[in-house]
């Protein structure tokens, strides 16, 4: 099976600090999305954003940024100067050939604390 | 405001229950998914349908069963709820053929409990 790796199963900051999620995925396909969804606890996962396999790209949204790397199948999400409302989990996923199916890495859970 | 609403949040269920647990999507998505969320597994796709009446496997089926007889509605079934079925269930819809901007769109979850 093409893998999705979130390798850090849990984080702990400090507000105000930056934090690096890692995702790394697996592939044979030429053409795939990629998603980052946040998962707080109230439990209903919330979309972050799409990146398209042919567009690396690298996007910043606020505070928020994330970096496409094609050449090692890295999709990484970086938090500038964190906040306490940012604990969740954070879940990376990566389309199936069909585009119709996501597969979703094992979750970081990031704990900011005041 | 598009949403997939799952009938309950909690659930308490006793060994060897038929367990029913329903999704309702409001978008007009063909696609509809019933995931598990287990910690340190993330999610595991259970089964999955991209049109009325079809239903396929997905990585983890045995156990479960599924239902789609509206376009808007998908149900999961627990033949014979288990122990090791404890666990937070996600219901999730998309449109067709291509995923769109947002991907999936997710349900609240429903986290259950076999006593």
């Known amino acids: 099976a093409q893998k999705v790796t979130q390798a850090q199963t849990e984080i702990s900051v400090v507000e105000k600090e930056d934090v690096t999620l890692d995702c790394v995925y697996e592939?044979?396909?030429?053409?795939?999305?990629l998603f980052w969804y946040k998962q707080p606890p109230s439990g209903e996962l919330v979309f972050l954003i799409r990146?398209?396999?042919?567009?690396?790209q690298n996007e910043i949204s606020g505070r928020y940024s994330w970096n496409f790397q094609k050449s090692t199948s890295s999709f990484n999400f970086t938090i500038t100067a964190s906040q306490v409302v940012d604990s969740a989990v954070y879940f990376c996923?990566?389309?199936?050939?069909?585009?119709?199916?996501?597969?979703f890495g094992s979750g970081t859970q990031l704990t900011v604390l005041p | 405001d598009v949403k997939v609403t799952q009938s309950s949040r909690y659930l308490v269920k006793r060994t060897g229950e038929k367990v029913f647990l329903e999704c309702v999507q409001d978008?007009?998505?063909?696609?509809m998914f019933w995931y598990r969320q287990d910690p340190g597994l993330g999610l595991r796709l259970i089964y999955f349908?991209?049109?009325?009446?079809?239903?396929e496997k997905g990585d983890i089926p045995e156990g479960y069963s599924v239902s789609r007889e509206k376009k808007e509605r998908f149900s999961l079934i627990l033949e014979s709820a288990s122990t090791n079925q404890t666990s937070m269930y996600l219901c999730?819809?998309?449109?067709?053929?291509?995923?769109?901007?947002?991907?999936?769109?997710f349900g609240s979850g429903t986290r259950l409990t076999v006593v």
């Open positions: 999730a819809s998309s449109s067709s053929p291509w995923l769109s901007n947002y991907g999936y769109t």
């Open positions: 592939t044979r396909d030429t053409t795939y999305y």
């Open positions: 990146r398209n396999s042919f567009d690396e």
């Open positions: 996923a990566r389309s199936s050939g069909s585009a119709r199916q996501l597969t």
């Open positions: 978008m007009d998505h063909e696609n």
């Open positions: 349908s991209y049109d009325v009446k079809m239903k």
